[in-house]
């Protein structure tokens, strides 16, 4: 198994344009999250799906941030418009049954 | 909601034996995660409990005591490589019930 594939790994993008992330869970995992992580706050619950479906969106930090699930194998989590602040990096993880996360690489974000 | 506390950080010796403690506040236990982050990486899982007692994977352990809301990871015959960030997780018995609260995670660095 390849593991949760994220990407792109690194994205640096100008302040007011938009940043789409991608993820592929691994095959067969039913729960998909979204993380944000920084010195400051840690590890930050973003959203997360149960079978493609929105579960608990109460982490994203407001409008600019949407995340889809349109089927098992992809998801994707944009930022519109992006701000300096939203600068992190962002982690993707899926879970089976057994409820242990496989976390993604990361997509390393600057927005100047 | 989900309180949990671990310590910032530790220093430890190669070839000793380190204890990095996690203790927790939630309502409905269903389940307790170490995982282990190298600089610039992804969380790794290391071990689950559920019940009380320990957990031994070679040179790693971890004990859960659910009436006190307290857990350990214990690792042995430390080495360079097992300076990381190690992060306690607690799974609730609730709706939510795929989502796992982070703690911020203990920072332990082995000096040769």
């Known amino acids: 198994d390849a593991g949760v594939i994220q990407s792109p790994r690194h994205e640096v993008t100008e302040m007011g344009q938009e940043v789409t992330l991608r993820c592929k869970p691994i095959?067969?995992?039913?729960?998909l999250f979204w993380y944000r992580q920084t010195m400051m706050r840690g590890l930050e619950l973003l959203i997360y799906f149960n079978n493609n479906v929105p579960i608990d969106d109460s982490g994203m930090p407001e409008d600019r941030f949407s995340a889809k699930m349109p089927n098992a194998s992809f998801s994707t989590l944009k930022i519109q418009p992006s701000e300096p602040r939203d600068s992190a990096v962002y982690f993707c993880?899926?879970?089976?049954?057994?409820?242990?996360?496989?976390f993604g690489s990361g997509t390393r974000l600057t927005v100047v | 909601g989900q309180n949990i506390d671990q310590p910032t950080e530790m220093t430890a010796t190669e070839g000793a034996i380190v204890q990095i403690n996690c203790t927790y506040q939630t309502s409905g236990f269903n389940g307790l995660f170490w995982y282990q982050q190298h600089a610039g990486e992804a969380p790794t899982f290391l071990s689950y409990n559920v019940l009380d007692g320990l957990e031994e994977k070679g040179r790693f352990s971890s004990f859960l005591s659910r009436s006190k809301g307290y857990s350990y990871l214990l690792l042995k015959e430390l080495q360079m490589k097992d300076s990381a960030s190690y992060l306690c997780a607690v799974r609730a018995y609730n709706t939510n019930a795929g989502k796992s609260t982070f703690g911020d995670g203990t920072t332990l660095t082995v000096k040769p």
């Open positions: 095959s067969g995992h039913d729960y």
């Open positions: 993880a899926s879970s089976g049954r057994n409820y242990g996360y496989t």
